[in-house]
């Protein structure tokens, strides 16, 4: 220890040595200017007294002037000596000091211009590294985001290999193998009846559960007498099929179809429905109980998702019924709080044959907070701003619409720019009915932001209310996650699949939790 505590003072001093031979240095040399001052000053003093006396001595001998006299010349000629050398020294310090001001001047600006362009330099750097980090945060996230498409990718392609080795495992046959993509000349396709809902969830992948075959054929009176039992006896279900974001396919909006059933459990369509019902006046009740399920539905989802939302449709002559549309409102002034994300939805032909009393509603309904979406848009033929004014911030236009440069030739704008245009105002453009791949990059191309379709998910029942709370928020979670809805049907419980085995189980297991 000792020899380290004298190892450390050695290195402290060999430190402190240079310091103390340049300080050394600095004081020999101000003392040799001292000295040489005052060697200087004594040696022009010794000449002044030299001169004068020379000169005194001088007219005394030469000129023959008195001692006194010649003392007094002397004294004089030194007196003028000492005032001469005393001016000039002060006259030569002034001189000094105005150079050394000068000087410093020189180096003030120097040192301006250098701390300058050190600043610049310094700007520039920033600027580097501020361009670096948005660049690299720029492509971490579009490597996020391809990333989890491939997830999402990767887990259906999980749970379609595991639900076809389960239909493989019960001795069910595999279902047709899927269309192919839709050309962009083709005309738009019908929707499809339960059964085709049925094969297209099986061949999707989804996991298969008991679907209602529609109501066969049959007379008004029928319809008619069956739409009343619905009605009377709340035999009115909710279908949701998601409306997801392009490309990343993440569940943004459901919308909710209606369908009814009769004393035989059959299933009635909107198509098949909605125009007896406004002739016998009861679209009005229909929609009021839509209305009320859709709200709960939404109450139920907002759960798991803030950012979820659900489009409601509604008929004209709901809105064009005063006894009926106060009903619906005083409903939804109660739930305002929703609002934001309870979008109502009107035909074109609706918005485009609007009456005083349509007009009036729509305001008092817009004044709630409440957003409205176009549906059945059979051309392009749009006022972005007379929609924003009245409170549209959807407009959905089916696929073969946009991309089929036939049925778009008369519009007044191409298809390329009409979600430019709309956004300008507030409002989204949703492309519907996609049913193709093809499709969907085509629509890529037209800066879509949303879509809906059977590519995604077909409508799919509700579970029933009695259900417990776990049982209905696990497939909202499913659906949200994948981007595919799997709610149970509406008539009972889900069934139950077969226990997976083998490949399935692992499939399922990569998949998570369906």
């Known amino acids: 220890m000792l020899r380290l505590r004298r190892l450390g003072k050695r290195n402290n001093w060999c430190e402190q040595l240079p310091r103390f031979s340049q300080a ?39 000129a023959g002037i008195s001692g006194t006299e010649s003392a007094i010349v002397a004294l004089t000629a030194l007196t003028f000596l000492i005032l001469y050398n005393a001016v000039s020294m002060r006259l030569r310090d002034r001189t000094d000091v105005g150079g050394q001001i ?72 595999a279902a047709a193998p899927a269309p192919a993509a839709t050309p962009d000349d083709a005309p738009p396709k019908e929707p499809p009846s339960a059964t085709e809902e049925k094969s297209a969830v099986m061949a999707a992948g989804a996991p298969v559960k008991i679907v209602e075959e529609p109501a066969p054929s049959r007379g008004q009176a029928q319809i008619l007498a069956a739409v009343k039992s619905a009605v009377e006896e709340n035999r009115i279900d909710i279908y949701l099929q998601p409306m997801v974001t392009l490309p990343q396919r993440k569940v943004r909006f459901y919308e909710a179809v209606t369908r009814l059933r009769d004393d035989k459990d059959q299933i009635l369509t909107a198509d098949d429905f909605i125009s007896v019902a406004e002739a016998a006046g009861l679209i009005g009740r229909i929609d009021h109980m839509v209305m009320l399920r859709c709200v709960q539905v939404l109450r139920r989802l907002m759960v798991r998702n803030k950012d979820i939302g659900i489009f409601c449709n509604v008929a004209a002559a709901t809105l064009g019924n005063p006894t009926t549309f106060a009903q619906c409102l005083d409903f939804l002034e109660a739930n305002r709080a929703l609002a934001s994300s309870f979008v109502l939805e009107f035909k074109q032909a609706t918005f485009r044959n609007l009456g005083p009393t349509e007009t009036e509603h729509l305001a008092a309904l817009a004044q709630r907070g409440y957003r409205f979406s176009i549906d ?28 089929d440069q036939k049925l778009n ?66 497939p909202i979670k499913a659906q949200e996650s994948n981007g595919s809805s799997n709610i149970a049907p509406v008539n009972g419980p889900a069934i139950e699949a077969p226990r997976a085995t ?13």
């Open 24 to 62: 050394q240095n600095d004081r020999g040399l101000e003392g040799r200017a001292r000295n040489m001052i005052r060697i200087s000053t004594i040696f022009i003093a010794i000449c002044m007294v030299l001169v004068a006396a020379s000169l005194g001595l001088v007219l005394y001998s030469v």
């Open 376 to 403: 059945h848009v059979s051309d392009l033929r749009i006022e972005p701003r007379e929609l924003a004014d009245r409170g549209v911030r959807f407009i959905k236009v089916p696929a073969a619409l946009l991309l």
């Open 409 to 474: 030739s008369a519009s007044d704008i191409h298809p390329s720019d009409l979600s430019d245009l709309l956004g300008r105002f507030g409002i989204d453009l949703i492309a519907e009915r996609i049913e193709g791949e093809r499709a969907v990059v085509d629509l890529l191309d037209f800066d879509v932001r949303f879509g809906q379709g059977f590519l995604f998910a077909p409508p799919r029942p509700l579970r029933p209310e009695g259900a417990s709370a776990t049982a209905g928020a696990a």
């Open 502 to 514: 083998g490949n399935a189980a692992l499939a399922r297991r990569a998949a998570g939790p369906a």
């Open 102 to 173: 000068a000087d410093l001047s020189r180096g003030t600006a120097d040192l301006a211009r250098q701390v300058a362009e050190f600043g610049r330099r310094l700007a520039a750097v920033e600027g580097r590294v501020v361009s670096a980090n948005s660049t690299g945060a720029d492509r971490i996230q579009a490597v996020v985001g391809e990333i989890s498409e491939l997830g999402v990718l990767v887990k259906q392609l999980a749970v379609s290999v595991a639900a076809h080795d389960d239909m493989l495992a019960s001795g069910v046959p």
